[in-house]
């Protein structure tokens, strides 16, 4: 039997027609190396007066409509982190590895630290949403930029009253929220690519799973759709996951158990010699 390696997958995927696209689904581990603390981890707990929340509990609309301004000062507490967070190795390999495939890559993100836009990645789907972004919590369609001059916050630093008012909404008066997918919801195309992300899966001849575990619906289903046409799935974690379950019995998967800095420079080393 043929021994599957990256090399093998990625010289038999460059040579098809079609279904050949080369992409990357990334979660926060991608984003470990510039610092960047894990959403849902003991890190992820946040302390606002006396009280601890838990992601699971403060990261849901539920909670939102009940405490938009805790809601929106922690918001503005992580984008000061993602500012001061700097893109990694793992940004600019595959940012290398895009200029390298043109229109076969893409990238597929849980992440909403806009670490990969400001690396150069172009070819990319943000599947949980953005730190850059808001709309309105009462439906209103627009999706508009969170206005620059709310600043960042420090974590003990609450909202001005002047900040506030840029936070409603221009057409209802209703509170905006951040454009991201919380915990109580679901994902759609308008948001979250949900359409357009299987799309791709559909096309894809490999799809890299890097640092994220699979605990989410979507990313499961693009691996899924990836291996019900027939293709790869290589699975770069550092411990077994949802995904390893998902591919324990297929035969077009390959498992490495590893940092995603030591895995992306062979990628793009064996891309460079096929093309």
Known sequence: MKEITIKSILKEVLQKEYRNKITFLTGAGISAASGIPTYRGSDGIWV???KFHKPEEFGTFEYF???PEDVWQFTMF???MFLEAKPN???ELLVSIEKQLGDQFHLITQNI???HRRAGSERIFEIHGNNREMKCSNGCKEIIPIPDSISPKEIDEDLLKEE????KCKTCGSWMRPNLLW???YYDEKTHKKHSALKVAKNTGVLFILGTSGATNLPMEIARTVLKYGNYVVDVNLENNHFTELLENKKNKLIIRG?????????????????
């Open 78 to 80: 992580r984008k000061k």
């Open 164 to 167: 506030i008012e840029q936070l």
């Open 65 to 67: 409509l009940k405490n």
């Open 89 to 91: 190795v793992n940004h």
């Open 183 to 185: 915990f109580d919801e």
């Open 259 to 275: 940092k995603s800095e030591d895995i992306l420079p062979e990628i793009l080393e064996t891309i460079n010699e096929c093309k």
């Open 48 to 50: 606002k007066g006396t």
């Open 113 to 115: 630290d806009n670490l």
